[in-house]
């Protein structure tokens, strides 16, 4: 079996809408090998370049034509090359968790990483802002999007309703990691999570 076969063999085994990128398939070959491939598979219409070095499988809405690839799997598959950490920026975290009804207008992520704006789409860009390794320590877990929710409200905004909202978004074992993580966040945060943690009291 070619490596091309290896390598479009794994590839089917994914969810159709997950990005990948050579560094995804080093079990299989040498990088040169594999970027090889990846675009023999490319040319074959097999795979689509998300971006420089990055790839997915294409997909069609009969009514939409083609369907881009997920900003958060292209973070993901970042991740994976690099080791970097993402999160929602404030406002979309504000919006996840049903703090605020306003649909951010920009594509924001926190990183541990260089801040830096990448193309996505057409006309779009993806922001990508810089946070301190400790700002992202809990980023991927319940207390990463929860922190930058906070961050959103404000220090002085985070009131009685929105504490119990997220009480109730957040389940029991999810609200106990937000415990564990408590040691990341501010201060001044504390006493909110607390009260999270302690889960609705109605």
Not at 102 to 113: A, C, F, H, K, S
Request: charged share 30%; glycine share 10%; hydrophobic share 40%.
């Amino acid at each position: 079996m070619t490596l091309s076969s290896r390598i479009a063999r794994r590839i089917a085994l994914w969810p159709r809408e997950r990005v990948f990128s050579r560094f995804d398939f080093l079990d299989l070959g040498s990088t040169d090998a594999i970027g090889m491939a990846l675009m023999r598979l490319h040319r074959r219409g097999e795979i689509r370049r998300v971006r420089r070095g990055y790839f997915d499988r294409p997909r069609q809405d009969p009514n939409l034509g083609e369907i881009s690839p997920s900003h958060s799997e292209l973070l993901g598959a970042i991740a994976r090359r690099t080791g970097r950490r993402f999160q929602p920026g404030p406002a979309a975290a504000a919006n996840a968790l049903g703090l605020s009804e306003q649909v951010p207008m920009r594509l924001v992520y926190e990183t541990d990483g260089p801040s830096r704006t990448l193309p996505w789409g057409l006309k779009g860009t993806l922001r990508l802002t810089h946070r301190s390794a400790r700002d992202l320590a809990a980023a991927g877990r319940a207390g990463g999007l929860v922190f930058a929710a906070l961050r959103a409200l404000g220090k002085d905004h985070a009131g009685e309703a929105d504490l119990e909202r997220l009480g109730r978004e957040l389940g029991p074992e999810r609200r106990r990691e937000l415990l564990r993580d408590l040691r990341f966040a501010p201060c001044w945060m504390h006493p909110y999570l607390r009260r999270i943690a302690a889960g609705p009291t109605r």
